[in-house]
C-alpha cells in the first residue's frame, strides 16, 4: 500500500508542474537510422540529437560492437577495481588521453558520473568553485555534493569573474566551464581564462562534452580548436554524442588519473562501461583520426543551416552544431515544437529547470548525417513557425 503523504506530495508537485507547462513525459521512439525514425505512429526527421557524427549507425562502430560482444560479453560484471577494467577499457583510456592531449584518462558510466565524482572529490567544504552560470547540471550536483562554497558568473563574462576572484577565498579554488555550452550552442573562451586560472592558482575544469569529436582538428575538442595547450587542465566528457556510445570520461595529469581511482565514489563504486560500448566508443575515436569525411559533412550542415536561419533573421553564430531559437514562455515553445512536429520535424521544447525562466526555446541540432535537403526543407517548415509566432 502506498504511503498517502507520499502520493499526495508527488502528484501535486505533477500538478503544479503541468499548470506551468513544464510537466515531462516519456515518448518512445523507434530509431531507423542516425536522425530518423518513428513517434506516435510518425516518420520523423530528428534535429534534437547529439549524434553528432551519425556514428552510431556506421558499420565499422557496428561491427566493432558485435566483435566485442561476442568477445568480451555483454556486460563488464563488476567495478573497475575488482574485476570490470579489461584490456578494452585500457586501450580507451589511453586513447582518450591521446586525443585529448593529456597523460592519463579515467572512464565513467556516464558523462553526469564523470562530472559529479570529479568535482565532488577535489573541492571540499573550505573550498571555493567559480563556475559559469550555464553550466550542465551534473557540475553543480558535484559542487553540491562536495559542500564547498559555489560562486557562478555572467556566462562568459570574464571582467566578472575577476571581480569575484578579488572577494572569495579558499583553501583551494576551482574554476568550471564547458567548452560548448550544451543550451546556447557557443564555446567558453578558453586561453582568457586558462591564462585567468595559471594568474590565480585556480584549478580549471573543462567539461568538452559537445566539443568532443565536433570541433578542432580532427575533433579533438573545444581547447585544441581555440589552440589552448592541456597542460594542468582536467577535461571532462562523453561518449554518447560523437563518439557513438554511452560513458563519460576525466582526462588530465596522471596523479589526477591515480587520484580520482582511490577517491571518486562515482567511479568505485559503479559497475564499469560494457566492453560493446567500449568498443563503440574506440571505433569512433579511430573513424575520427583516420577518417575526415564525417567532420567534413558535419561542418557543411553547419554552415547551410546557420545561412538559413539568419536569412529567417534568427540570430546564430553557426561555431557549433548546436542552435537555440529562444522564444521566451513555455507556452511559445511548446507550440512551436509542435508545429513542427506536425510536419514531420522533431525539435523538443526545452524549458526550465534546463534554461533559465523566461528563456524558453527550440533546440536545434545538425548532424553530419542530415542531407542538405532535409536541413532546407527545415528552414522552410521554421519560416511558417517563426511568421506564425512572430518571433
Known amino acids: 500500500m502506498v504511503n498517502n503523504y507520499m502520493e499526495?506530495?508527488?502528484?501535486?508537485?505533477?500538478?503544479?508542474?503541468?499548470?506551468r507547462n513544464l510537466k515531462r513525459t516519456l515518448r518512445r521512439f523507434i530509431p531507423l537510422g542516425p536522425t530518423r525514425g518513428f513517434m506516435g505512429g510518425k516518420n520523423i526527421l530528428l534535429f534534437c540529437t547529439n549524434n553528432y557524427l551519425g556514428l552510431t549507425h556506421h558499420p565499422k562502430v557496428i561491427s566493432a560492437v558485435l566483435e566485442a560482444a561476442q568477445k568480451w560479453g555483454t556486460g563488464a560484471g563488476s567495478s573497475p577495481l575488482i574485476s570490470g577494467y579489461t584490456q578494452l577499457h585500457e586501450?580507451?583510456?589511453?586513447?582518450?588521453a591521446r586525443f585529448k592531449g593529456t597523460e592519463a584518462a579515467l572512464l565513467f558510466p556516464s558523462g553526469y558520473g564523470a562530472n559529479v565524482g570529479l568535482i565532488s572529490s577535489l573541492a571540499g567544504p573550505e573550498d571555493v568553485v567559480f563556475a559559469d552560470r550555464l553550466i550542465h547540471a551534473s557540475?553543480?550536483?558535484?559542487?553540491?555534493?562536495?559542500g564547498a562554497k559555489l560562486v557562478r558568473f555572467r556566462h562568459n563574462d570574464i571582467d566578472h569573474l575577476e571581480k569575484l576572484l578579488t572577494h572569495h577565498k579558499g583553501r583551494r579554488r576551482l574554476l568550471v566551464t564547458e567548452g560548448v555550452f550544451s543550451m546556447e550552442g557557443d564555446c567558453a573562451p578558453l586561453a582568457q581564462l586558462a591564462a585567468l586560472a595559471r594568474e590565480k592558482d585556480l584549478l580549471l575544469v573543462?567539461?568538452?562534452?559537445?566539443?568532443?569529436?565536433?570541433?578542432?582538428?580532427?575533433?579533438?575538442?573545444?581547447?585544441?580548436?581555440?589552440?589552448?595547450?592541456?597542460?594542468g587542465i582536467v577535461i571532462t566528457g562523453t561518449l554518447s554524442k560523437a563518439l557513438a556510445s554511452v560513458g563519460g570520461f576525466v582526462a588530465g595529469d596522471r596523479n589526477l588519473i591515480s587520484f580520482l581511482v582511490n577517491k571518486s565514489r562515482s567511479f568505485i563504486?559503479?559497475?564499469?562501461?560494457?566492453?560493446p560500448a567500449v568498443a563503440a566508443a574506440l571505433a569512433a575515436l579511430k573513424l575520427l583520426e583516420e577518417d575526415p569525411l564525417p567532420l567534413r559533412l558535419l561542418r557543411a550542415n553547419m554552415d547551410?543551416?546557420?545561412?538559413?536561419?539568419?536569412?529567417?533573421?534568427?540570430?546564430?553564430t553557426g561555431e557549433t552544431p548546436i542552435f537555440?531559437?529562444?522564444?521566451?514562455?513555455?507556452?511559445s515553445a511548446l507550440k512551436a515544437s509542435s508545429l513542427l512536429y506536425d510536419q514531420g520535424f522533431y525539435v523538443p521544447a526545452i524549458r526550465p529547470p534546463t534554461v533559465p525562466p523566461g528563456t524558453c526555446r527550440l533546440r536545434i541540432s545538425v548532424s553530419a548525417s542530415h542531407s542538405p535537403e532535409e536541413i532546407k526543407d527545415l528552414l522552410k517548415s521554421l519560416k511558417g513557425v517563426v511568421r506564425e509566432l512572430k518571433c
Open 8 to 19: 499526495k506530495f508527488w502528484e501535486d508537485i505533477l500538478k503544479e508542474r503541468e499548470s
Open 91 to 96: 586501450e580507451l583510456c589511453e586513447g582518450l
Open 139 to 146: 557540475l553543480l550536483d558535484g559542487v553540491r555534493l562536495s
Open 206 to 231: 573543462v567539461d568538452d562534452a559537445h566539443g568532443t569529436g565536433v570541433l578542432g582538428p580532427q575533433g579533438r575538442g573545444t581547447l585544441a580548436d581555440q589552440k589552448v595547450e592541456p597542460a
Open 269 to 275: 563504486f559503479s559497475t564499469s562501461p560494457p566492453p
Open 304 to 316: 547551410l543551416l546557420a545561412r538559413g536561419l539568419r536569412d529567417l533573421g534568427l540570430p546564430c
Open 324 to 331: 537555440p531559437i529562444i522564444l521566451g514562455s513555455e507556452e
